[in-house]
T-cell receptor
Framework: AQKITQTQPGMFVQEKEAVTLDCTYD???????LFWYKQPSSGEMIFLIY??????QNATEGRYSLNFQKARKSANLVISASQLGDSAMYFC????????????FGAGTRLTVKP | GAVVSQHPSRVICKSGTSVKIECRSL??????MFWYRQFPKQSLMLMAT?????????EQGVEKDKFLINHASLTLSTLTVTSAHPEDSSFYIC????????????FGDGTRLSIL
C-alpha cells in the first residue's frame, strides 16, 4: 500500500529565508508521481510542483524546488525567499499506477512565515 | 492550467436535508474524478473515485447510500449527501485528472457543508 509521511506538523520561517518541508513515501510501484499542494486558509488546493519517479533531475518551479532522493524515498519541498503569502498548509501527495490513479496525501505541514 | 469548478462553495442547511455538490472540469475531459473530505486541521481523505459512465469506487468505511456519486459525463460529477446530519458537516473537495496515471489532479475550490 502507498503511504505518505510528513513529520512536521508546523514550521516557522523568517521572511526572505528558505525553508524545507519534509516528505517521505513508501510504494512498491516503480512508476509513481509525487506532488506538492498548498492550501491557504480559504481552502482551495493549489498545485505547486510535480516529480516523476523516472525523472533524473529535481523538479523546479519558480521559488519551489523538490529535493528528490529516490533511494531514500524522500521528496522534500524547498521554498526559497519565503514570502508572507507562503503561510499555508502544505501537503505532499503521491499517485502510483497500481492504485487506480487516486492520489494519497500526507498529514500536511502548516508553514508560518514571520515578518 | 486546468480548471475545475465546484459548486456550491458553502451550504448551511437543516438536519435531514439532502445536499448535492457539483464538480465540473471546464477545459478538459475528466475520465476520473475524485471526492475528498477534510476535517478541520486534518488532511484530505479520499472518499470515492468516480469514473464516467460506471459506478463509483468507494473507500472502505464510506457509506455508499449516504454519499451518492454520479458521473454522467466527462465533465461533470456530483456528490449527494443524503439525509445529512451534523456529523456530515465537513469540507468536501473534488478533483479531476485527464489521461495519464501520474498527472497532477486539479482541484475544485471545495464546499463547506454545515448541517444544523
Amino acid at each position: 500500500a502507498q503511504k505518505i509521511t510528513q513529520t512536521q506538523p508546523g514550521m516557522f520561517v523568517q521572511e526572505k529565508e528558505a525553508v524545507t518541508l519534509d516528505c517521505t513515501y513508501d510504494t512498491s510501484d516503480p512508476s509513481y508521481g509525487l506532488f506538492w499542494y498548498k492550501q491557504p486558509s480559504s481552502g482551495e488546493m493549489i498545485f505547486l510542483i510535480y516529480q516523476g519517479s523516472y525523472d533524473q533531475q529535481n523538479a523546479t518551479e519558480g521559488r519551489y524546488s523538490l529535493n528528490f532522493q529516490k533511494a531514500r524515498k524522500s521528496a522534500n519541498l524547498v521554498i526559497s525567499a519565503s514570502q508572507l503569502g507562503d503561510s499555508a498548509m502544505y501537503f505532499c501527495a503521491m499517485r502510483a499506477t497500481d492504485f487506480n490513479n487516486d492520489m494519497r496525501f500526507g498529514a500536511g505541514t502548516r508553514l508560518t512565515v514571520k515578518p | 492550467g486546468a480548471v475545475v469548478s465546484q459548486h456550491p462553495s458553502r451550504v448551511i442547511c437543516k438536519s435531514g436535508t439532502s445536499v448535492k455538490i457539483e464538480c465540473r472540469s471546464l477545459d478538459f475531459q475528466a475520465t476520473t474524478m475524485f471526492w475528498y473530505r477534510q476535517f478541520p486541521k486534518q488532511s484530505l481523505m479520499l472518499m470515492a473515485t468516480s469514473n464516467e459512465g460506471s459506478k463509483a469506487t468507494y473507500e472502505q468505511g464510506v457509506e455508499k447510500d449516504k454519499f451518492l456519486i454520479n458521473h454522467a459525463s466527462l465533465t461533470l460529477s456530483t456528490l449527494t449527501v443524503t439525509s445529512a446530519h451534523p456529523e456530515d458537516s465537513s469540507f468536501y473537495i473534488c478533483s479531476a485528472s485527464g489521461q495519464g496515471a501520474v498527472q497532477p489532479q486539479h482541484f475544485g475550490d471545495g464546499t463547506r457543508l454545515s448541517i444544523l
